[in-house]
């Protein structure tokens, strides 16, 4: 997405130089989101959304199928992993982030998966033709979108999450006890305060023994712990790695002399408004932050800080939650809309009287209003 973006603005905004666009997968760029959802959910094979017509790439030298393996300053080029290198006067940096693995997960092994491109989506989309029984380990947002596409299959599913509340870091307890409550009323056994302790495999996944002593059966293991920012290829660039890329307010990567630029998932900026540094992993971040940074290449005289407020979505079963700001499991809430046992609802997070963000299920309206009180910091939501 930020790649792909920022070619767009790119060329939007006149830029009419070469432009050369790598991306380690061999197909054309595609929207992830929907790979956790539709793409598993549809009765009819589907093919994952592209971002841009094929067409949108004959202004560009595109490069599929290479892999960027080191980056040099002082000639300005990045080193591929076919053995050619491209120089530039500017680089744009959108590696995104990996998907985490589990320590003594089987390697090679049928019926075990990552969840973050294409290819895992395709697998997991073939598993479920065969009616396995499904366990999902992580009950972030992914986790939990995969676990609502399979029962939306009418598969068996089990959750498995060493914390004890889905989603917490996200939405806290509070929020998160619902989405846990929303899953069961769809038939989802859901396992928290536990961890897998070992697996039983022969050739193909088998089963699962975890920390609290109990064994689970399961045909397709999907791995959904996180992800790592694709930082691993600039080890001893000299390029400030914190916690992804650290950037400043116009998306220039610090230690790049001002001719590297990164954006989306792999990309640590400043943020003024939340008083840290963030790095977001969300679409909306992607493609915003992507347009900021073409400005900012474009016009060296131009001082555009980007500085947008976080804001994502989730949709499980027939239900959407929408987060916005930069929230944590330790600020006070308090309930605008409706009830946590119903939906729809809405819930602000604050800290030291100060607004930080708002999740909401099924209430659009209210996000759009909190987008607006987040902007001007005199304004406050209030329960109604």
């Not at 973006?5 to 929907?34: H, S, T």
């Not at 979108?145 to 870091?169: D, N, W």
């Not at 330790?330 to 607004?355: I, K, M, Q």
């Amino acid at each position: 997405m930020a790649g792909v973006r920022a070619v767009k603005a790119l060329r939007r905004k006149g830029f009419g130089g070469e432009i050369v666009l790598i991306g380690e997968e061999g197909e054309l760029p595609y929207d992830r989101p929907p790979l956790s959802k539709q793409f598993l959910t549809s009765d009819e094979p589907i093919t994952p959304r592209l971002l841009e017509a094929a067409s949108f790439y004959d202004t560009v030298d595109l490069r599929l199928g290479v892999r960027a393996t080191a980056l040099s300053l002082r000639d300005q080029a990045v080193t591929l992993n076919d053995g050619s290198s491209v120089a530039a006067d500017h680089i744009i940096i959108a590696t995104g982030a990996s998907a985490r693995s589990l320590p003594g997960l089987p390697d090679r092994i049928k019926g075990v998966t990552t969840f973050r491109t294409a290819a895992d989506a395709r697998r997991v989309r073939e598993a479920f033709d065969e009616g396995p029984r499904v366990v999902v380990i992580g009950a972030g947002f992914i986790g939990c979108e995969i676990a609502a596409s399979a029962r939306a299959r009418g598969l068996q599913v089990t959750v498995i999450e060493l914390r004890h509340s889905p989603v917490i870091r996200d939405v806290g307890a509070l929020v998160g006890g619902t989405i846990a409550a929303l899953h069961r009323e769809n038939g989802v056994d859901m396992r928290f305060g536990t961890t897998v302790s070992s697996f039983v495999a022969d050739k193909r996944i088998r089963a699962l023994h975890l920390s609290d002593g109990s064994r689970i059966e399961a045909d397709l293991v999907v791995v959904g712990v996180g992800a790592n920012p694709r930082t691993d290829w600039l080890d001893g660039s000299g390029l400030l790695l914190r916690n992804g890329l650290a950037c400043d307010e116009r998306c220039r990567v610090i230690g790049g002399g001002g001719h590297v630029w990164a954006a989306g998932d792999v990309a640590s900026r400043p943020s003024s408004r939340f008083a840290e540094s963030l790095r977001v992993e969300h679409w909306t971040n992607a493609s915003e932050q992507a347009s900021a940074l073409a400005s900012n290449l474009l016009d060296p005289n131009l001082f555009r800080p980007y500085d947008s407020i976080p804001y994502f979505w989730s949709d499980q079963y027939q239900h959407r939650y929408q987060i916005i700001g930069r929230i944590s499991s330790s600020d006070d809430t308090t309930l605008l809309h409706g009830t946590l046992r119903e939906r729809p609802f809405a819930v602000a997070y604050h800290r030291d009287g100060r607004l930080r963000g708002v999740v909401a299920c099924d209430m659009p309206d209210v996000i759009a209003q909190a987008r607006v009180q987040l902007d001007d910091e005199t304004i406050q939501l209030s329960p109604t």
